[in-house]
């Protein structure tokens, strides 16, 4: 049986937990409005009238897109003022009449904000804060050169951050064509990454600073804090930044200055090695020294590598099934989601582990809450240890829902799942269940489940039926006395689409990005 799980589902568990570092503040009553509302009827004209327009996708139901509105506000009337002024505008995406638009701007998720150039002949994707005085400071730094020349100290300490990375162009004369390509570049990353250059390399913080060829050096907060590269063709300066802006371990945290980092992470292709453990711990330095060490071997292959104080890392924990007593706790994550988990590490165990893990020796690792003592109420609890006697061996015809505790349409179906299994409740051939998604891993190879509620029904003859029907109790009791004991057609058929008004993962934590 297979127990992988989807990287959403942990995107989703991450993206929770950085979302709730984010300031709320209430919404501030003024008469005018500095953002712009747009849509489809004037987008192209108000669009071609500037050269610098921020544009904001949102959808009114998205909860991140409500929480940044007066954050944006605030934001474009700073940014009025400026000379020449930022304008910030908005397109409601979710209006029938935009979907075309937003789809002309690949808009995947709320809210996606956009920075078009050239009366929006260029486009770039806004990686900037979300909040006013970030937002600010972001696009003053967008509006400006692509690179700004360094002069002085002074140019030094407005644009270098030692808690960020920087790219400096370091020329003995500013033309040619490394020059021209670096100018590209910068031009081609600005939103992502901060950019300068100088003919002065003794500014420059770290390095050699008696440079005589064209350099290209990446100042970061990370591993050797900076390294050079002389190959001036713009893919390969493009490789060399994103390679040498991963550091080899990722510090999960809530400051602000390692969200980058950790998204990066958590969207990473390649399987994931994270060590949780109190960095109080006597053996701190050692798990830590160790942990990087065997990152810088593992560095290219394919494997990253994470580490978390246990007191950051609750959810994340939950998420795997843990808590602080099991740690230090070294997890993995393969590629399809499968998980490793070993308990109690110590520092010297981890590289003969992650070793077992590359040659496949590893068992997975099942997430089930334990087997439930009692369990007399009419909805019935199935855990992972209970799934194959309670449902799939069980020679009954079973509804399953399987939910998330914070799921409303679950809150709101769990009064109608009981009606509907008190009406059973004289008929041992029907089981009505319940399984928690969050705290029980499902068996993939059975049930799909790409949001909550999911419901199925299956019936003796191990017939398996997701339920999309509306969710009231006249149509699951029909559904049911419908599809139970189905004849002895041994086809199962799992409808793969999921239902609109369930809340999708993937939508969600796209609504989180
Ligand atoms: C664009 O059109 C919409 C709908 O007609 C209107 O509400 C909005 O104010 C217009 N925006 C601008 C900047 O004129
Ligand atoms: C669900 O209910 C709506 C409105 O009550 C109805 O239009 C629709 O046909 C129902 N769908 C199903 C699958 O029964």
Not at 282 to 302: N, P, V
Request: proline share 5%.
């Amino acid at each position: 049986m297979a127990y992988s799980r989807d990287h959403k589902m942990l995107l989703l568990c991450v993206f929770v937990i950085l979302s709730s570092t984010l300031s709320i503040s209430s919404a501030s009553e003024e008469e005018k409005e500095y953002v712009l509302t747009l849509d489809h009827s004037n987008f192209t004209e108000i669009v071609s009238k500037h050269s610098f327009i921020v544009v904001e996708f949102y959808a009114p139901w998205c909860g991140h897109c409500k929480r940044l509105a007066p954050e944006y506000e605030k934001a474009a009337s700073v940014l009025a003022n400026h000379d020449p002024a930022i304008v910030l505008a908005k397109v409601d995406a979710d209006v029938e009449a935009n979907k075309e638009l937003a789809g002309k701007y690949e808009v995947q998720g709320f809210p996606t904000i956009k920075i078009l150039r050239n009366a929006g002949e260029k486009i770039q994707e806004y990686n900037g804060p979300r909040e006013a005085d970030g937002i600010v400071t972001y696009l003053k730094k967008q509006v400006g050169p692509a690179s700004p020349e360094i002069k002085t100290k002074e140019d030094v300490e407005s644009l270098i951050d030692d808690k960020k990375i920087f790219i400096v162009g370091i020329f003995p004369k500013f033309s040619g064509e490394e020059y021209e390509n670096y100018m590209i570049l910068a031009d081609k990353l600005r939103s992502d990454h901060d950019f300068g250059h100088t003919s002065n390399a003794k500014l420059i913080p770290r390095g050699d600073s008696s440079i005589t060829k064209p350099t290209l050096r990446l100042l970061k907060p990370f591993d050797e804090l900076f390294v050079d590269s002389k190959n001036f063709e713009v893919d390969a300066m493009e490789k060399f930044i994103e390679e040498s802006s991963t550091p080899l371990v990722t510090f999960f945290d809530q400051s602000a200055d390692n969200q980058p980092f950790i998204s990066k992470y958590f969207n990473s292709p390649d399987s994931k090695a994270m060590l949780f453990l109190n960095y109080d711990h006597a053996k701190q330095d050692l798990f830590k020294s160790t942990f990087h060490e065997i990152a810088g071997l593992y560095k290219g292959k394919g494997l990253v590598f994470l580490m978390g104080d246990v007191k950051d890392s609750e959810n994340i924990l939950e998420y795997f099934g843990l808590n602080g007593d099991q740690t230090p706790a070294l997890v993995l994550q393969d590629t399809k989601g499968v998980k490793y988990v070993r308990q109690n590490v110590q520092a010297d165990h981890i590289a003969p582990w992650l070793k077992d893990f590359t040659d496949g020796k590893l068992k997975p690792y099942i997430k089930s809450e334990p087997i439930p003592e009692t369990n007399d109420e009419p909805v019935k609890v199935v855990v992972t240890k209970s799934i194959n006697d309670m449902v799939l061996e069980s020679k009954k015809n079973v509804l399953l829902e399987i939910y998330a505790p914070w799921c409303g349409h679950c809150k709101k179906l769990a009064p109608i799942l009981e009606e509907v299994a008190v009406s059973f409740e004289q008929d041992p051939d029907v089981l009505i269940a319940k399984f928690d998604g969050t705290k029980n891993d499902i068996p993939s190879d059975t049930f799909d489940v790409q949001g909550y509620p999911t419901l199925y029904l299956r019936s003796s003859h191990g017939k398996l039926m997701k339920y999309d029907g509306n969710r009231t109790k006249d149509d699951l009791i029909e559904f049911i006395q419908k599809n139970r004991d189905a004849a002895s057609e041994s086809i199962e058929f799992i409808q793969k689409n999921s239902d609109a008004t369930s809340e999708s993962t993937s939508a969600s934590a796209k609504d989180e990005l």
